[in-house]
Nanobody
Framework: QVQFVESGGGSVQPGGSLRLSCAAS????????MGWYRQAPGKEFEREFV??????????NYADSVKGRFTISRDNAKNTVLLQMNSLKPADTAVYYC??????????WGQGTQVTVSS
């Protein structure tokens, strides 16, 4: 199957920065996209799209709420996706989940990493 190593979460004050990393390994062939969703406290049944990046051309998409503050990038050789988060707000507090989309198969999800933005 697919295994993930997520890192970079933590606690930061408003206006601060964090960088999330997610490395996928295992039975992964023909990746076409990697990205991030998040789940805020009290919203156990709502996972919100954050950003994604195509694996071949590197095109990116962002949620309106993070445009201009977050930057997604990838390292194809390491099957790794990064999320640089700047100007963080309390509303960004959530568990962040990375995922990988593989052609002809389901999406696979990481275990999640907590991001807390608080003064």
């Amino acid at each position: 199957q697919v295994q993930f190593v997520e890192s970079g979460g933590g606690s930061v004050q408003p206006g601060g920065s964090l960088r999330l990393s997610c490395a996928a390994s295992g039975s992964i062939f023909n990746i076409y996209v990697m990205g991030w969703y998040r789940q805020a406290p009290g919203k156990e049944f709502e996972r919100e799209f954050v950003a994604r990046i195509s694996w071949s051309g590197g095109s990116t998409n962002y949620a309106d709420s993070v445009k201009g503050r977050f930057t997604i990038s990838r390292d194809n050789a390491k099957n790794t996706v990064l999320l640089q988060m700047n100007s963080l707000k309390p509303a960004d507090t959530a568990v962040y989940y990375c995922y990988v989309g593989i052609l002809g198969r389901q999406n696979y999800w990481g275990q999640g990493t907590q991001v807390t933005v608080s003064s």
